[in-house]
């Protein structure tokens, strides 16, 4: 009998952040049962939806906490379809044998040119002009900046802010960086300590890790910290910026304009009262919503699966040397 998995995107969410092609090569490795309802279900309705299935591919707002592993005793693997895996609880996971994995990031690019279209944006008033001829009005011409001799702060150096570098680089922005591991010299980019970067940079650029120590990394003190005149982008985690102290900062004109593809609404949304400020270039967490990007975490989360089905433990295991329910079913060989 073939494996069971569910698939727990919410059924309008599934052709977007799913796929089709990565269904079909799904469906050809297992028996799939798919979530019904355009919402993402609670814990007792996964549950029940659940009870006799052997895997989960989780939707990236769909929960793992201790009771759903303790109430799926069928259950083997719980696959995420995405990086964070901060709303699973891997201690219970493991204390029941159940394997955590997580996709690697496919988005690196399409976050990195949402990046640059926000740069372009803020700097010439793209959308305010737009918004304007909508409304009927006749907007009036403000000079803009160029990108060219602009610096871009980049804080955070993971996949994304190094597929931004070069594109920066390209538009003639010298880059100043602020990560906590030391990166390759190259030209026109320096590493430098974030008060550095914060009083350099034209476009501050958030994408640093989500974890205990970078919440609130962007307060008042931090953009009192900015260029005047300067731009804030947050492309990373809402909870990394005090939403208050920005607002606070776009209203005294310490930050000249912000873009936030994140923030702290459901599901990593743009705050509404930030969203609608008139300096602020907001978007419902699309930077890596594209084809490429959603296609490659679906089908890693299938090339997960097919390796668990044939005894290999898949890269992007997180706990591996607890997942006892592997090898108990035969699918991990000892």
């Known amino acids: 009998m073939s494996a069971r998995v569910f698939v727990t995107h919410p059924c309008d969410k599934l052709p977007s ?11 050809a490795v297992a028996e799939v049962r798919l979530n019904p309802q355009p919402r993402d279900l609670p814990t007792d309705e996964l549950i029940a939806a659940a009870s006799d299935c052997d895997a989960l591919i989780a939707y990236r707002q769909t929960s793992g906490p201790a009771r759903l592993f303790d109430a799926l005793p069928r259950l083997k693997a719980f696959i995420r379809c995405a990086m964070d895996i901060r709303t699973v609880d891997v201690a219970a996971a493991s204390a029941l044998g159940v394997l955590v994995t997580q996709a690697g990031p496919g988005f690196n690019a399409a976050v990195a040119e949402w990046i640059v279209g926000a740069m372009i944006d803020l700097a010439r008033g793209t959308s305010r002009y737009v918004q304007a001829y909508r409304r009927g009005e006749q907007p009036v011409p403000v000079m803009g900046r160029e990108l060219r001799g602009a610096a871009l702060g980049i804080v955070g150096f993971g996949g994304i802010g190094s ?39 034209d476009f501050v650029v958030c994408l ?16 009192a910290a900015m260029k005047p005149g300067a731009f804030f982008i947050n492309a990373s985690r809402g909870e990394l910026v005090d939403e208050a102290a920005l607002l606070q900062a776009l209203e005294t004109g310490q930050v000249a304009g912000c873009a936030l593809d994140v923030g702290m609404a459901p599901d990593q949304m743009p705050s509404p009262a930030l969203a609608r400020h008139p300096r602020v270039v907001a978007t419902p967490h699309i930077g890596g919503l594209t084809p490429p990007a959603i296609e490659h975490q679906a089908l890693e989360t299938v090339s997960q699966l097919t390796a668990l089905l044939q005894g290999q433990m898949p890269a992007g295991a ?17």
């Open 163 to 201: 597929t931004l570098c070069p594109l920066a680089r390209a538009f003639g922005m010298p880059v100043l960086v602020n990560t906590l591991q030391r990166i390759e010299p190259r030209e026109g980019v320096r590493q430098v300590e974030l008060p550095v970067l914060l009083a350099g940079a």
């Open 318 to 334: 997180v706990n591996a040397g607890e997942a006892f329910r592997l090898k108990a079913a035969g699918w991990k060989r000892t």
């Open 17 to 27: 952040y799913f796929g089709q092609r990565a269904l079909d090569a799904l469906r």
């Open 208 to 223: 640093a890790p989500a974890n205990a120590g970078t919440a609130g990394l962007f307060g008042a003190e931090a953009f």
